[in-house]
């Protein structure tokens, strides 16, 4: 059986750490620094940095926080926001990331992800999709969730597989920091369709989100979530304790 991964993610902005709600009302949280290294001791399976506002405006990740980050932690770094380019990839795997998360990059030119694939191998590239629903069609949003791309997602997702991607972020924002559960039925029709790992994100609130989302939905291999880590709400370590003990195969 394959472990199943939990995994914190690190919205950054200005420097800082940020959570909000359906990607909104964004609140100052931490020093990602020091976060990384709480997740990295906390028995983190991996761990993901977004710099969050990059590709809104308009320009590259910041690097010096990102190295700082990586040299804390000895688990696997994704790292997303404002990565456009194969320069862009090429800078923050130089920082430490051992994976590229691409997601308005893509959408601009999905070019990218093959040519990604060809230089850096699949496993290093992660396509992230922020999807939301509009009469009844799962639809991709651009730039933070701010820009509807009319887009059909679950299109989007397997032709970005076809193309290169060997690891899918998939955040849902209708669920994002509402803390009601993962969104099931999009994670279940993604999983149909792309035969590649799924992270789940956004909506987790309860240890019985994970083993909801793990034992009865098993196209899924990871659960990403933020504010539930990041206030100590669900502690990690206790968290993949718990799963197992629903058998759940988890790496402690």
């Known amino acids: ?5 939990i995994i914190p993610c690190l919205d950054v902005k200005n420097g800082r750490v940020v959570k909000g ?25 991996e761990l993901v940095f977004y710099d969050i ?15 700082r980050v990586a040299a804390e932690i000895f688990i696997p770094l994704t790292v997303g926001g404002g ?9 923050v795997l130089k920082c430490g990331a051992d994976k590229v998360s691409v997601n308005s990059g893509a959408i ?12 850096y191998g699949d496993q290093c590239v992660v396509l992230s999709v922020d999807v939301k629903r509009v009469d009844g069609r799962f639809l991709v949003f651009a730039k933070g969730g701010r820009e509807n791309t009319g887009i059909d997602a679950l299109d989007w997702l397997e ?7 060997g690891e899918l972020v998939v955040n849902s924002i209708d669920t994002d920091g509402v803390k009601n559960g993962f969104d099931l039925e999009l994670l279940d029709a993604v999983a149909k369709r792309c035969p590649v790992p799924i992270i789940a994100s956004g909506g987790a609130g309860a240890p019985e989100h994970f083993i909801e989302l793990f034992a009865n939905h098993p196209g899924v291999d ?3 979530a933020a504010s539930i880590f990041h206030t100590k709400q669900v502690e990690i370590g206790a968290l993949k304790r718990t799963l ?8 402690l």
């Open 159 to 165: 032709q970005g597989v076809k193309n290169g991607a």
């Open 53 to 67: 506002t990059a590709s809104v405006e308009g320009r590259t990740l910041f690097t010096d926080i990102l190295r």
């Open 21 to 45: 709600i359906n990607f909104e009302g964004l609140k100052d949280m931490a020093d990602p620094v020091e976060m990384a290294r709480f997740y990295n001791a906390a028995g983190a399976d």
């Open 108 to 119: 601009k030119n999905p070019g990218l992800i093959p040519a990604a694939a060809q230089r």
């Open 1 to 5: 059986m394959i472990t199943k991964r």
């Open 244 to 251: 197992r003990d629903h058998g759940i195969e988890m790496r």
């Open 222 to 224: 990871a659960g990403l």
């Open 83 to 91: 990565i456009n380019t194969l320069e862009d990839f090429d800078r």
